[in-house]
């Protein structure tokens, strides 16, 4: 897990709500004239006054938003499927539906034009797919889902809010997550992509499990990918956070797929590690950073603010700083 580093976050969290406002408020106003639908007037009226803190507040917050809801209108927003008609409703007002869909014109703001604002290229859940948005002549060809952190079949009310809607791959979506239930109360539970990443908290290490050490070089096939904290304890005594949402999105688990980036990692540094060493010094003279020195040399990024820009990128540095020191 990653965080999620956006330099225009803020503007680009007002052009998401600018962008929704007169829809959302365009459906509402008919059905606040409905007679027949008088009972759920409370309700819409809720939604209209308060639609740009549900788009546009941070994820903490939305737990605040949730619980007025639940305190003004708990007897009828039960479980989907005791009452559709009001998670019907909901979903027709803020209908994302429409905003995820393909048929949308080029020019109206949806899922693809949010997709390219934020450009998210790794999938911050599992740091491994790209999630790159594509177009071609105005034509629609590939994005990255849309994780609602908050499940939309249980909180409607979130699925349209900005810091719900988490550029994901299909895998941490749909095959791993799913509709998991993370209550917006039990957000302290969880590590969410807009507020931190795993860190130092949850660092990548390697073991060697082979019985046979008699060869310097490990293969993929003796090792195996763990996360840590910094103290160098196992996932079992990483915080809380770390725990759910490894169990949640299966990390140590899909990580093992990957033992052959870390067998050659440990290869060159016990073949070249002077190389690498002399590489290296050689580049002080020039006055590049840390970062930019580490990327020519190791061909990934650094800084936990780049790890969105390519796979693996966490996983390598932190198998990098465990090998080099």
């Not at 941070?58 to 499927?81: W, Y």
């Not at 917006?184 to 590590?191: D, G, M, R, T």
Request: with cysteine; aromatic share 12%.
């Amino acid at each position: 897990m990653i965080k999620i580093h956006l330099e225009n976050e803020d503007e680009i969290c007002e052009k998401h709500y600018l962008s929704c406002k007169d829809a959302i408020l365009g459906r509402i106003e008919p059905k606040l004239d409905d007679s027949d639908i008088s009972d759920f007037h409370n309700l819409l009226n809720f939604i209209k006054q308060k639609l740009e803190e549900i788009l546009t507040k941070k994820p903490d917050g939305l737990a605040t938003i949730h619980n007025d809801f639940v305190r003004q209108f708990g007897s009828i927003v039960k479980p989907k499927k005791d009452n559709i008609q009001t998670y019907n409703l909901i979903d027709e007002i803020l209908n994302y539906t429409s905003f995820s869909s393909k048929a949308t014109n080029s020019t109206k703001w949806d899922a693809y034009k949010l997709a390219e604002a934020v450009n998210v290229s790794v999938c911050p859940y599992c740091n491994r797919l790209y999630t790159n948005t594509v177009t071609k002549d105005e034509k629609k060809i590939v994005r990255p889902d849309f994780d609602h952190f908050f499940p939309k079949s249980l909180y409607p009310l979130f699925q349209m809010s900005f810091y719900n809607l988490i550029p994901s791959c299909t895998i941490c979506n749909s095959r791993l997550k799913g509709n998991r239930h993370v209550n917006p109360n039990e957000l302290h539970n969880y590590v969410h992509p807009y507020l931190s990443g795993f860190g130092e908290d949850g660092r990548f290490t390697y073991k060697d499990i082979a019985k046979d050490k008699t060869h310097a070089i490990s293969s993929k096939w003796n090792l195996r990918i763990e996360i840590t904290n910094k103290k160098k304890q196992k996932l079992d005594d990483c915080k809380l956070q770390i725990k759910n949402n490894c169990a949640m999105f299966k990390i140590e688990e899909i990580y093992q797929m990957h033992t052959d980036v870390v067998a050659d990692m440990i290869d060159r540094c016990h073949k070249y590690n002077d190389i690498y060493v002399d590489f290296l010094k050689s580049f002080d003279s020039l006055g590049l950073s840390k970062s930019e020195i580490y990327k020519i040399a190791f061909g990934n990024y650094y800084n936990s603010k780049d790890f969105q820009k390519r796979p693996l990128s966490k996983l390598t540095r932190d198998i990098y700083d465990e090998l080099l020191g």
